[in-house]
């Protein structure tokens, strides 16, 4: 390998109060296509150390399809999948809440090739968050998987269940707490 | 190999940027974060194959007039016509190629087309002030736009913003993932500037475009560099890593 100086990264900043304009997409909460025989509505909402819910927030996930595919060239097995998976989603909060229309992914291998739970990567960017935060949505109705997970077991016991997503009348709900009593698990990542 | 060992073994994580680079959520100049900022300690996330791949977006995404935010209208903005361009690189001065770069601003008097934006300054008929595009082979991007105006917020007392425009990029991995604001050099509006200064002094000037004399367009558009550097990746002990094929 050639020996090379690294640039330090640019910093983050504020998405502001009128990313909107620029983040709102008409098909991004569509990681599947609106149709798709196993879709499920993902909605929740973003509430502040007050309990309050955040209208200007912007919620994004990143996921594989049922099959643990990733629509990425970095996956040996991207070229099955089907078109129309995107296996991202992005939706803002105007109306108190997100709402992702996906699939409960497959499972994938961590790097050592133990087996995670169903999960989905998500990003939460806001006014007065000047770096968006990280969190997982794991899906409460898999609780065999999820007592397996890797990265699940590192989460102290008492705090698991911030992120895990709850059967709702359309799919799952899964809230982001950013402060407060019940803040949900964030991650470095 | 296996599919599954294939998968485990490729691809090298992102290297994590060090102390200094961001902002803390916790900023208490910037007075929104106060109840916005999580309290407790993230833990750490070791990036599996989910965490290294990410969103491939873009083709059909672009229309044909989303890099040059002049000509989105019948008639043109009003305001000083400015040529933004650079490069988006990783840690290691490689290329970003083939991703979305997307932008978002106020117009020349500083007012953005929200509805939430009420601030007494006129809008602008020929100008939205949103923009989109991908990166070339090499990592470059530009967008014609016009120089957005310094804004007022509620932060404090007579609290303005430097002027500034909403990058957010995607780069190759979810890991990758960033939304900054770039700004003008030498802008009076600094100091007082709260978003600004939760940067860490030694990495401001990062966000700070360059004047680009040789960009600069006679008789047309002053040019402004801003190249932007997503993570690097950790180093690999065998060459794998050429997906372009
Ligand atoms: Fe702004």
């Known amino acids: 390998m050639t020996t090379s100086s690294t640039l330090p990264s640019t910093p983050s900043q504020t998405v502001g109060p009128y990313l909107h304009i620029g983040l709102t997409w008409q098909d991004g909460p569509f990681v599947v296509p609106e149709g798709t025989p196993s879709s499920v509505w993902l909605r929740g909402r973003v509430l502040d150390g007050a309990g309050e819910p955040i209208t200007d927030a912007l919620v994004e996930t990143w996921q594989c399809d049922e099959h643990g595919r990733f629509a990425h060239p970095e996956d040996p097995r991207s070229a099955e999948i089907d078109s129309g998976f995107r296996g991202f989603g992005r939706s803002d909060t105007r109306s108190g809440e997100y709402g992702i229309l996906t699939v409960v992914p497959g499972r994938v291998p961590d790097r050592t090739g133990v087996p995670q739970a169903p999960h989905v990567d998500v990003s939460v960017f806001a006014r007065g968050m000047l770096h968006r935060v990280v969190t997982r949505v794991y899906f409460a109705d898999r609780p065999e998987a999820n007592a397996a997970d890797p990265v699940l077991s590192t989460v102290p016991r008492d705090r698991r269940q911030t992120l895990l997503a709850r059967p709702s009348a359309d799919g799952y709900t899964f809230d982001v707490h950013v402060q407060g009593e019940y803040e949900t698990v964030f991650f470095d990542v | ?245």
Request: charged share 25%; with cysteine.
């Open chain 2, 1 to 245: 190999m296996s599919a599954r060992e294939q998968r485990t073994r490729a691809s090298p994580p992102y290297r994590p940027d060090p102390d200094g680079t961001h902002p803390p959520l916790d900023s208490p100049g910037y007075r929104s974060t106060a109840l916005r900022h999580p309290v407790r300690r993230p833990l750490t996330l070791p990036q599996s194959v989910t965490e290294i791949t990410g969103p491939v977006l873009g083709e059909g995404r672009i229309g044909e007039r989303d890099n040059d935010l002049t000509v989105q209208h019948p008639g043109e903005p009003i305001g000083q016509r400015i040529v933004v361009h650079g490069r988006v690189l990783d840690g290691d001065g490689r290329a970003v190629p083939n991703s979305l770069v997307e932008i978002w601003q106020a117009n020349a008097g500083g007012r953005y087309r929200h509805d939430a934006d009420v601030w007494p300054c006129p809008l602008d008929p020929n100008f939205d002030g949103v923009g989109r595009t991908l990166t070339d082979e090499h990592g470059r991007y530009e967008f014609t736009t016009i120089k957005p105006g310094a804004y007022p917020w509620k932060n404090h007392h007579n609290a303005w913003r430097p002027a500034h425009i909403h990058f957010s990029l995607f780069g190759r991995s979810f890991t990758q993932r960033l939304v900054t604001q770039m700004y003008f050099p030498d802008d009076p509006l600094f100091d007082q500037d709260p978003i600004f200064n939760s940067v860490p002094e030694a990495a401001r000037s990062r966000l700070v475009s360059r004047f680009d004399m040789n960009r600069t367009t006679d008789h047309w558009a002053l040019g402004f560099e801003f190249d932007i550097v997503l993570r690097g990746r950790e180093a690999t002990p065998f060459e794998d890593d050429d997906h372009d094929h």
